[in-house]
């Protein structure tokens, strides 16, 4: 598995989005031990990179469901677990009968940081992710907000999540130079509104990891990018391989500073995403895929 730079971290090419495990579109999900499985074989397949985040959860009163599986199951991998990464992310609220917010302010997230160390049973985080702006303040504000969660040592690195440049510009000037780890932005064959933000990330050192990167958003929406995307497919067929692989190892070669982090129910899907970092396609396969249209 071929490495890559994530903030103060080195981690795998391809990370494991641990989202359709607790939170998906057709509300179908593994049972603890079937979860745990997936991580487990994520890890065998070289995976260091783990997202998650504390909304991650089948109901409201549920909330840390996905870290509390992530946690238990790095306690229970046979291996070693010195190098996993584990991303959780924090900001947007979720209470009784399904009621969501944004909360930005100090007091919320410094809650919520609390909470989501218990979850995954840790005594810091190691990446921190502000999920979705509140825009009921001011941006920087709110990162300032995360780099006093990160002086008071309850977490390592800051990221953002679903960021414009502007605002990505914004968090670099208050956290200072290297201070922002990573954005994480929908990005996919079908989805390519964040291409100005996977840009700028590269020019400014910044980690970009696409999420739902096969073109899913909940579980089950990257199963059929071959049907949607022929080129993918195409390809695919003549490496003898998914189509899933050939989109991640396209959105691999758009930048050294490019993460996916694809989501998984089954042990099979993210070892067979997990094979994209080895796949080596000729620049005018890149070009087919980069050519095929989508929503920019």
């Not at 992710?129 to 990160?150: C, E, V």
């Not at 064959?189 to 990167?213: H, I, M, N, T, Y």
Request: some cysteine.
């Amino acid at each position: 598995m071929q490495t890559r730079a994530l903030g103060p971290f080195t981690v795998s090419a391809i990370g494991l989005g641990g989202m359709p495990m607790s939170m998906n579109n057709d509300r179908v999900f593994p049972t603890e031990d079937e979860a745990i499985t997936t991580i487990h074989a994520a890890l065998d397949a070289g995976i260091t990179f783990i997202d998650t985040a504390d909304i991650y959860a089948p109901s409201w009163d549920t909330m840390g469901h996905n870290e509390q599986l992530v946690g238990r199951a790095l306690q229970t991998y046979g291996g070693d677990t010195d190098q996993i990464v584990v991303g959780t992310k924090g900001g947007i609220t979720r209470g009784e009968g399904e009621t969501w917010g944004r909360d930005g302010s100090l007091t919320y997230l410094r809650t919520a940081v609390e909470k989501s160390l218990r979850k995954l049973d840790v005594e810091v985080i190691d990446l921190y992710q502000w999920h979705r702006p509140d825009r009921s303040m001011a941006y920087a504000d709110a990162i300032g907000n995360f780099k006093t969660l990160q002086d008071e040592g309850k977490i390592k690195a800051i990221g953002i999540s679903n960021a414009n440049v502007e605002e990505i510009q914004i968090a670099i000037d208050v956290l200072g130079e290297g201070g922002l780890a990573s954005v994480q932005n929908e990005f996919s064959p079908k989805f390519r509104s964040s291409a100005d933000e996977l840009e700028f990330c590269g020019q400014q050192g910044v980690a970009f990891l696409p999420w739902s990167p096969l073109g899913g958003t909940g579980g089950g929406g990257g199963r059929d990018v071959g049907d949607r995307f022929a080129a993918f497919r195409e390809i695919g067929e003549t490496h003898g391989v998914s189509p899933q692989q050939v989109v991640l190892a396209w959105e691999l070669s758009l930048g050294d500073h490019v993460l996916p982090i694809p989501g998984a129910r089954r042990p099979a899907s993210i070892t067979d995403s997990a094979r994209a970092a080895d796949l080596q396609l000729s620049a005018e396969e890149l070009a087919r895929c980069s050519a095929t249209p989508g929503v920019h």
